[in-house]
């Protein structure tokens, strides 16, 4: 195994040399002035400004002119080409990012506001969900949620351990590699109206509870790269759970007793015109989910139980509706941000490997997720397909990077493969849901799963109950799109 750690090692020293490193270590490097800021993005290029005279206000305005104007062009001609838009955003970012045309001088800033779109996406979703649909997949999505994560945590480092290495930082690889992007995924499966179909529904509870998980696993970073003891540890991320259960308990009792009388008194304010009500909705949104993020928990989670809180009043569908035309462009812009991540010349001068381990990343995801889903009682297509829905590596990747490297988890060549990998992963995300349809086609055609079964994307379900009191899914198709 040593011998196998050496070639691996010889591996990574050729194709990231030193010069590549060096963009690391370098203080004047675009990594280590964001990390300097105490901020948390991450990407491979350097950020040159060249109007002295211009203020930051002046450069952040043009910044989010070119950004929304780029994603709008880039949206455009992918849906032209009938292409998913979330692509055209990522390669428009990609284009006008610091490793393409370096149009942005502000990157952090852009940065923090495209921050909204992850915000007010899933407080979108919350307003669609309910706790009735979520009980339907509770166990999967929180057993089989937190399964998947110890999984990918205890074999990679189990791997590593075995090839030579720390197994700590085989554990922080683990933990890295089993969050899923809950913005691109959502956005996809609004797209193809699927948040209600069983797998949908499966997807997006997982989703939920690695965005739970996200402050648990930032709590054990110290612990894995020696900064702390196992008891200090254990005590940390046994505060962030009691905090999380604290405060899903305050809002439960907020949902039932304040929440339904302001909605109606924003509605009765907002008589002539929704201007108030929509404003009331957004601010309601953003305080819970700041309000979560200072409680050491997640803006994600803070701005999907907001969502929640409203969906269990009847004014959930009209929130919705004066909530989608803000949602909409900050989720573009939060996708073309994400594509500013890319160094188009770093991915093109690595791109061997870097397509080698996107390709097996997706291997093992889909199939360590599809196993557990279907250990779980769902049939062959629906834990496939939740498999493959949740087989890239997320956007909060980046963060739990940034502060592994601060905590000298992982070392130089080992930071630039995962921060390649997680860009080149997320680019190529809309084109592995475009395979999703041949995928389920093969499978039926093998016969690994019957065709007639009604979890195929484009699939909506209610949840009902039925005679004897007891939940079910009822799916009902939409139109079929026979080719």
Partial sequence: MDYFADII?????????????????????????????????ETVARVKTTKKNETKED?????????????????????????????????????????????ISEMVQVETVAQFGVVFLLFALGLEFSTAKLRVVRSVAVLGGLLQILLFMFLCGITVSLCGGKHSEGVFVGAFLSMSSTAVVLKFLMEKNSTNSLHGQVTIGILILQDCAVGLLFALLPVLGGNSGIVE?????AKVAL??????????????????????????LSSQTNELYQLAAVAFCLLVAWCSDKLGLSLELGSFAAGVMISTTDLAEHTLEQIEPIRNLFAALF??????????????????????????????????????????????????????????????????????????LIEGKLYLLLLGTTALSLVTTPLVFKLIPAVVHLGVLLRWFSPDSSTEMGV????????????????????????
């Fill in 243 to 268: 905090l999380l259960l604290s405060f899903l308990a305050v809002l439960t009792i907020l949902s039932r007793t304040c929440i339904p009388w302001l909605l109606k008194l924003m509605v009765s």
């Fill in 59 to 103: 450069k952040l305005i043009s910044d989010l002119v070119v950004v929304i104007v780029s994603a709008t062009c880039g949206g455009i001609a992918f849906a032209c080409a009938g292409q998913p838009v979330i692509t055209g955003y990522l390669l428009a970012g990609s284009i006008i990012g610091p490793g393409g045309l370096n149009f």
């Fill in 233 to 237: 540890g254990v005590l940390s991320m």
């Fill in 460 to 483: 909506k379900g209610e949840i009902v109950k039925s005679e004897s009191g007891k939940q079910r899914m009822v799916l009902m198709s939409r139109q079929s799109h026979k080719s």
């Fill in 9 to 41: 090692d010889r591996a990574l020293e050729k194709e990231f040399n030193e010069s590549d490193q060096n963009e690391v270590a370098d203080p004047g490097s675009f990594n280590n002035s964001v990390a300097g800021q105490q901020a948390v993005l």
């Fill in 335 to 408: 996708l073309a941000s994400i594509g500013m991540l890319v160094n188009v010349h770093f991915l093109w001068t690595h791109v061997d490997i870097l397509l080698a381990s996107v390709i097996l990343v997706i291997i093992i995801k889909t199939t360590i997720i599809t196993t557990v889903v279907k250990g779980f009682g769902y049939n062959n297509k629906t834990a496939l397909l939740v498999g493959i829905s949740l087989a890239q590596i997320g956007e909060f990747a980046f963060v739990l990077l940034s502060r592994a490297s601060n905590l000298h």
